[in-house]
């Protein structure tokens, strides 16, 4: 009879147990699908076409020699003539960088009477040197760096990159698309409230997308991952996303 009654009471404390941890689950999972759908999110973005007003142009010149001392004195009134050129044409001096000269050996090829290659031996030296020219003149500068024939005619071997162009105000540009693009994703999420008849909380969390600049009319192809910063074109489009969550009452 005692052993009756001890498996009814174990039987019992396990049939209680299972109950409430049943329950618990329940309201567990009851609680968590309310936390997860009482919130509204939306994406917001803003984007603003502007005008480069910096502009950086590189060319590189070279000249060989079969000495360094010749090669250097050569380098050397090249790069006169490249800064004549330049302040010629409007440039002004403190928009002149000159870089270092970077020296090098040349050598050529040696071969035997029946043309076998027998390796190489040194010949010369040849001298390269950078320059680099940042104005606000962009157009200035882009017609200089296209009209380079003045200067392959009167010897000088310059390499001509192409422009780069960058913005000043592109901090306050930021800030202005930050404030925009949350004004926007806020917008969006104020027109989902109103359509569903619920009312919102507190903001539950915000973030901010990568910031894009591509060239004008390119698309949102041109964006990356990590966020496109073009520098090949003169007028732009730049482009972020803010994200927004507000819980619900």
Not at 50 to 66: K, M, V
Request: hydrophobic share 35%; aromatic share 8%; charged share 25%.
């Amino acid at each position: 009879m005692e052993k009756n009654k001890s498996s009814w009471l174990s039987a019992s404390i396990i049939g209680v147990c299972i109950v409430i941890s049943c329950a618990a689950i329940a309201f567990g999972m009851a609680h968590f699908r309310s936390e997860s759908n009482h919130i509204i999110t939306a994406t917001g973005s803003a984007n603003v076409d502007f005008e480069s007003d910096i502009i950086i142009w590189r060319g590189s010149f070279s000249s060989d020699a079969d000495t360094s001392r010749e090669a250097y004195n050569k380098i050397k009134k090249d790069a006169e003539l490249v800064r004549k050129y330049l302040t010629d044409n409007n440039i002004d001096e403190s928009e002149i960088v000159f870089n270092s000269v970077d020296i090098a050996r040349t050598y050529r090829d040696i071969y035997d009477d029946e043309g076998n290659y027998k390796g190489c031996e040194p010949d010369g030296y040849r001298l390269t040197q950078n320059v680099t020219v940042t104005s606000s003149n962009l157009d200035n500068v882009e017609k200089i760096s296209r009209e380079i024939s003045t200067l392959l005619d009167q010897g000088v071997e310059l390499t001509s990159e192409s422009p780069e162009y960058y913005y000043s105000g592109l901090d306050a540009l930021k800030l202005d698309l930050i404030d925009k693009a949350s004004l926007n994703a806020k917008e969006r999420i104020d027109i989902i409230a109103k359509n569903s008849g619920a009312k919102l909380g507190k903001l539950k969390n915000s973030s901010l997308g990568v910031f894009q600049i591509t060239a004008k009319n390119s698309g949102t192809g041109s964006y990356s991952y990590d966020g496109a910063f073009d520098t090949s074109s003169r007028n732009k489009t730049a482009t972020i996303t803010v994200r927004l969550e507000y819980d619900l009452k």
